[in-house]
C-alpha cells in the first residue's frame, strides 16, 4: 500500500469556523508534511513530523495547527481562517526524515474560505 | 541557498512529438535534484532523482533527465509524449539540510492530439 489518503476532498468554511483536514499512511513513514498549493503555484512547505514530533514549522500563523497524534496519522486543524487561506493542502510522507526527497503525495484537500 | 528555475511556465506539444523541460539549479554545494508530475486534481508524484553517480537519470513513464553540472541543468526529456503525460511538472532540489524539498515555479506541459 503506497497510497496517502486525505479527507476530505473539499471544504468550505466560514472565517469563524474549525474545522481539521486529516491524513493517513500506513506505509510505516515516520515523516509527514503538509504543504498548501496556490492555483498555478508550486507547493510550499507549512510544517514536517519526524517521529511524531514537530520538526519544521516554516513561520505558519497560529490560525493552522498541526497534530501528529500517532505514527500513521496527520491532522491540520483550522481555526479563523481568512479568505487568502484558500488553496490546496497537500499531505506527504517519507520513509523517514532524511528519505526526504522521496515524498508520497496525497490528492489533497482543496479549501475555500469564504 | 539552493534553488530551482524552471525556465518555461508552459510548453504546448503535439502527440508522439519529443519534448524537453528545462530546469536550471543554483547551489555552491552538493546538490540532490528532482522531477515531480502532478496530474490534474492529484497530488505529486516522483518521476526521476538524481543523487549521484550517472547523471543520465532514467524515470517512469519514460521520462528521463540529465544532470549537467558546467550548465547548472537538470532538464527533463521524453522522446514522445502522450496526451496522458498532460500535467505540470516540478523541478526541486533538496535544501542544504536534506529535509526539505524546495520546488520550482512549475511547467506545464500540454499535449495536444
Known amino acids: 500500500d503506497t497510497e496517502v489518503t486525505q479527507t476530505p476532498k473539499h471544504l468550505v468554511m466560514g472565517m469563524t469556523n474549525k474545522k481539521s483536514l486529516k491524513c493517513e499512511q500506513h506505509?510505516?513513514?515516520?515523516?509527514m508534511y503538509w504543504y498548501k498549493q496556490k492555483a498555478k503555484k508550486p507547493p510550499e512547505l507549512m510544517f514536517v513530523?519526524?517521529?511524531?514530533?514537530?520538526?519544521i514549522n516554516e513561520s505558519v500563523p497560529s490560525r493552522f495547527s498541526p497534530e501528529c497524534p500517532n505514527s500513521s496519522l496527520l491532522n491540520l486543524h483550522l481555526h479563523a481562517l481568512q479568505p487568502e487561506d484558500s488553496a490546496l493542502y497537500l499531505c506527504?510522507?517519507?520513509?523517514?526524515?532524511?528519505?526526504?526527497?522521496?515524498?508520497?503525495f496525497g490528492p489533497g484537500t482543496r479549501l475555500t474560505v469564504t | 541557498a539552493q534553488s530551482v528555475t524552471q525556465l518555461d511556465s508552459q510548453v504546448p506539444v503535439f502527440e508522439e512529438a519529443p519534448v524537453e523541460l528545462r530546469c536550471n539549479y543554483s547551489?555552491?554545494?552538493?546538490?540532490?535534484l528532482f522531477w515531480y508530475v502532478q496530474y490534474p486534481n492529484q497530488g505529486l508524484q516522483l518521476l526521476l532523482k538524481?543523487?549521484?553517480?550517472?547523471?543520465l537519470v532514467k524515470g517512469i513513464n519514460g521520462f528521463e533527465a540529465e544532470f549537467n553540472k558546467s550548465q547548472t541543468s537538470f532538464h527533463l526529456r521524453k522522446p514522445s509524449v502522450h496526451i496522458s503525460d498532460t500535467a505540470e511538472y516540478f523541478c526541486?532540489?533538496?535544501?542544504?539540510?536534506?529535509?526539505?524539498?524546495?520546488f520550482g515555479a512549475g511547467t506545464r506541459l500540454a499535449v495536444h492530439p
Open positions: 506527504a510522507s517519507s520513509q523517514d526524515p532524511a528519505r526526504a526527497y522521496e515524498q508520497y
Open positions: 506505509m510505516g513513514h515516520r515523516a
Open positions: 513530523y519526524s517521529y511524531e514530533k514537530l520538526s
Open positions: 547551489s555552491s554545494v552538493s546538490v540532490y
Open positions: 538524481y543523487l549521484s553517480g550517472s547523471t
Open positions: 526541486a532540489v533538496l535544501s542544504g539540510g536534506y529535509n526539505k524539498l524546495i
